[in-house]
């Protein structure tokens, strides 16, 4: 039997044994889909990968382990009778609630929207298993395997801690010291902090919508020709929004998650895994021009990826589970110091044309998180059109405000660059 402690950001995202904290992540079909097929590809896909082989056991309360059981069942499908076009995002907003407690069952489940010649695939997954590249991986090998029936996918082994990603040059009692310091400035930090009983009692929501293949080809070209990147201007656009809706409430500030694995090759693309460092970016004050922040969000986040140390961070994560529970009741209760996480998981490697069926289009993924600040855009590109979601609760953010942000970042986005 294979086990391990979850990691201190899975720790995280776990939150606790009764608080979901689910992603989703849907994709629209055309054409006839074989049950005995879909079951066929869960099947592979759940062999490949261990964590959906896993169950959370809580040995103590402070620190949950995952364990592998060889004998999991099988991942659930839920077939769901399809009535319109928006069905795939009222069943998202259900599965965010879904509890993953059981200790036969595994930490995914598949919702099939079946129509009769159109189908949606929801994808549902813990947060504390998943990043972004891993539930596109899900669904890629999923259509993969769809299609090709008769082919298999290649298993790899859970690693068993994050020493595993430590080179032999990384100087561990140097470290150790580091992480003492660190630790003790983390405590004190919290004993500053008030405990506030302030919590989110509002309604989640999520908010989705596309830009054709023409808009988005005007700003992705002209991006280019400004020598910025489309992340850049998305977190430009989406804070400056901000700025003008809200005024000086807004704090000027998006946080950015990148993939671990541009650092730590050892963590393949189609691996499972739940870490993804972030990115903290600032606008200046006092500038609403909008290509001269830009230019200088992509400088600010160039030199910052550059300067991040993945592996220590990982390392030094794992000397800060003491505070774990206090991190989560801070993430519960306070509003944090930035306008939202926007997470931009780019061109998605996933082909639409399949022998069997097309894929019409994908949905960026969507979660709700149990924060005060539940802010999150995700967008994903897909068959040349720009992709977005945006998540947050009724109480920290009303919806009538978020759709104005929206609609004002469209705005600047659109601007001729």
């Known amino acids: 039997m294979i086990e391990r402690k979850l990691m201190m950001v899975e720790r995280i995202?776990?939150?606790?044994?009764?608080?979901?904290?689910?992603?989703?992540?849907?994709?629209k079909i055309n054409g006839e889909i074989a049950e005995g097929h879909l079951r066929s590809a869960l099947a592979k896909i759940q062999r490949k990968h261990p964590l959906l082989r896993s169950v959370i056991q809580m040995a103590d309360a402070q620190q949950p382990h995952f364990v592998v059981q060889e004998d999991m069942e099988s991942i659930p499908l839920v077939i769901v009778s399809r009535q319109t076009d928006m069905d795939w995002l009222a069943e998202s907003e259900r599965e965010w609630y879904r509890p993953f407690k059981a200790d036969s069952k595994p930490l995914a489940q598949l919702v099939w929207i079946k129509g009769d010649s159109n189908s949606e695939l929801l994808w549902v997954l813990p947060h504390c298993v998943c990043d972004g590249t891993s539930i596109v991986t899900l669904m890629r090998e999923l259509l993969y395997l769809l299609d090709n029936p008769d082919k298999e996918l290649e298993p790899y082994q859970l690693f068993e801690s994050v020493n595993d990603f430590l080179p032999q040059s990384f100087e561990l009692r140097k470290k150790s010291r580091k992480a003492k310091f660190y630790l003790l400035l983390a405590r004190f930090f919290f004993f500053l902090q008030r405990k506030s009983r302030k919590r989110n009692q509002g309604k989640n929501y999520a908010m989705h919508w596309k830009l054709d293949a023409e808009t988005t080809a005007a700003i992705t070209q002209g991006c280019k020709a400004q020598g910025i990147t489309v992340h850049a201007l998305l977190c430009t656009a989406f804070m400056q929004a901000f700025r003008e809706v809200q005024g000086k409430a807004a704090k000027n500030k998006v946080i950015s998650p990148v993939d671990i694995r541009h650092f730590i090759p050892e963590i393949k693309q189609d691996h499972m895994f739940a870490f993804a460092p972030t990115v903290e970016l600032s606008l200046k004050k006092g500038n609403d021009n909008i290509m001269y922040n830009a230019k200088d969000i992509k400088r600010a986040l160039t030199q910052k990826i550059e300067k991040m140390e993945a592996r220590e961070l990982l390392w030094m994560g794992e000397q800060m589970h003491p505070l774990v529970e206090r991190m989560i009741s801070i993430l519960k209760s306070s509003p944090g110091g930035h306008d939202l996480t926007l997470s931009n998981m780019g061109k998605l490697q996933i082909p639409n044309e399949?022998?069997?069926?097309?894929?019409?289009?994908?949905?960026?993924?969507?979660?709700a998180f149990p924060w005060l600040n539940s802010n999150t855009l995700v967008t994903t590109t897909f068959n040349q059109q720009m992709d977005f979601t945006f998540m947050s609760n009724e109480d920290f953010l009303p919806k009538e405000e978020a759709i104005k942000i929206k609609d004002t970042a469209i705005a600047f986005m659109t601007l001729p660059l």
């Open 354 to 367: 399949y022998n069997n069926f097309t894929l019409e289009t994908i949905y960026s993924p969507t979660v």
């Open 13 to 27: 995202m776990y939150v606790d044994t009764e608080t979901p904290l689910n992603c989703v992540f849907a994709a």
